[in-house]
């Protein structure tokens, strides 16, 4: 039942989103940084936690959850450095992902050659 929940919540995330893109103005960015700024207010508050419990990786992956982990590492190094931890937080909690984009995006950079869109 678990992968039910999984497949639920990781799916209607991206259906949000994808009824965003086709039915607003909106662009992909502009989406992908509110479901980022959208996982940031719900972790500060707490509730995020409850949708990770619920779902797993259905919610912890999506970028609602990278965003999540950004407040759970800023709340985490609050507590241990004090104010300066509201700095450097997120980002230690979000650095294997942050490198690992990084890294991966330079390979494909690397390996596949871009072509103009004429």
Do not use: E, H
Request: charged share 10%.
């Amino acid at each position: 039942m678990q992968y039910f929940y999984v497949f639920l919540v990781g799916g209607a995330l991206c259906a949000i989103g994808q009824i965003l893109i086709d039915y607003t103005k909106l662009t992909p960015a502009r989406i992908l940084t509110s479901y980022v700024v959208a996982g940031v207010i719900l972790g500060g508050l707490g509730i995020y936690q409850y949708l990770i419990d619920f779902a797993g990786a259905g919610a912890a992956v999506p970028l609602t959850g990278f965003g999540n982990l950004m407040a759970q590492g800023v709340r985490d190094a609050v507590d241990q450095y004090g104010l300066i931890g509201a700095l450097m937080g997120g980002f230690t909690a979000g650095s294997a992902g942050l490198a690992a984009a990084i890294l991966f995006g330079l390979l494909a950079a690397l390996i596949f050659k871009p072509k103009d869109k004429s």
